[in-house]
């Protein structure tokens, strides 16, 4: 089996037997991209426990997957309480023994004028998308460092949006920019520690997050693309991955160019989600996952 970053990046062969054995969580595991992690990480042997806030939901999904010959176990997981969060990776522990890899992926989205913005959106997007995350780390990182291992690994699913800032989508990129900022400290904190940081940032995945978004410049992404992505870098770490590929090296590149230029090029490549945005399309994902108290992370 071969898995690749994206756009045939380092290429990797893994045969199945290199994932058997590991114990990998995945927050926000219910459906969408989480679900996808979830499905492929067990097809390539390992023992996956996905957590969600909809604890039936990630149970059903777990079934579903075990159906096709995988190891995946569902629980209920609210990532914005540290004692629901600390509950489930000692859960997990205890059923199969030291986490390997921590998969947060769990996030909500909401789109539009950063001024119309309700204020339950904008406290559920920080809880979530940012705090969840930092959560996340502080929970599971000492443990694997403690145990001195080496292959402790936290794999974090961002966004584009840590880089850029799509009007429309303020506040969430804010979120992601802050995930970004807290992993590159993170990552200097556990350096020679064994414990690998790597974090995923695609554009926009056709999910039910991203429901009524434009993609701008770049083509429509599949949770398969994220998650492939996802088991090649547990096979071979690395700290910042975009898809498309080519869009890192590019961001970087344009921070170089005068203001001018730069709002420019960015104009020409990020989607205006305040004028592209079906809100009605939205509605409904917005008011369960966003406004309302339920995280079903990435959709």
């Not at 380092?10 to 499905?39: F, P």
């Not at 502080?138 to 880089?163: F, W």
């Not at 993170?186 to 554009?203: A, Q, T, Y």
């Amino acid at each position: 089996m071969r898995y690749f970053l994206p756009d045939g990046e380092g290429a990797v062969s893994m045969t199945s037997s290199s994932m058997n054995g590991r114990v990998i969580a995945v927050t926000g595991g219910a459906r969408g991209i989480g679900r996808e992690i979830a499905r492929q990480l067990a097809l390539a042997g390992a023992r996956v426990a996905i957590g969600d806030v909809d604890g039936a939901a990630a149970r059903r999904t777990a079934d579903e997957l075990g159906r096709t010959g995988g190891t995946v176990e569902g629980l209920e997981l609210d990532v914005t309480d540290t004692a629901s969060f600390t509950a489930f990776l000692t859960a997990v522990e205890d059923h199969w023994g030291p986490i390997d890899v921590l998969v947060n992926n769990a996030g909500v989205m909401w789109v539009g004028k950063f001024d119309e913005e309700p204020d339950s959106a904008t406290d559920r997007q920080l809880a979530v998308n940012l705090h969840g995350v930092i959560r996340g780390v502080r929970l599971a990182a000492p443990a694997m460092r403690e145990r001195g291992r080496g292959r402790g690994q936290i794999v974090t699913v961002a966004s584009l949006a840590s880089k850029v800032a799509p009007p429309g989508e303020s506040t969430y990129a804010a979120t992601k920019h802050g995930v970004l900022g807290y992993l590159t400290g993170v990552r200097e904190e556990l350096r020679g520690s064994g414990v690998r940081i790597s974090v995923i940032m695609p554009g926009v995945v056709d999910t039910e997050l991203a429901a009524g978004t434009a993609t701008g410049a770049a083509r429509l992404l599949t949770p398969a693309d994220v998650a492939k992505t996802v088991v090649a870098v547990i096979h071979r770490p690395r700290f910042e991955v975009t898809i498309p590929r080519y869009v890192g090296p590019l961001a970087r590149l344009v921070t170089v160019f005068p203001q001018f230029a730069r709002d420019f090029a960015i104009r020409r490549m990020v989607p205006d989600q305040v004028r592209s945005t079906n809100k009605s399309a939205r509605a409904a994902y917005e008011s369960r996952a966003v406004t309302d108290e339920d995280d079903t992370g990435p959709a």
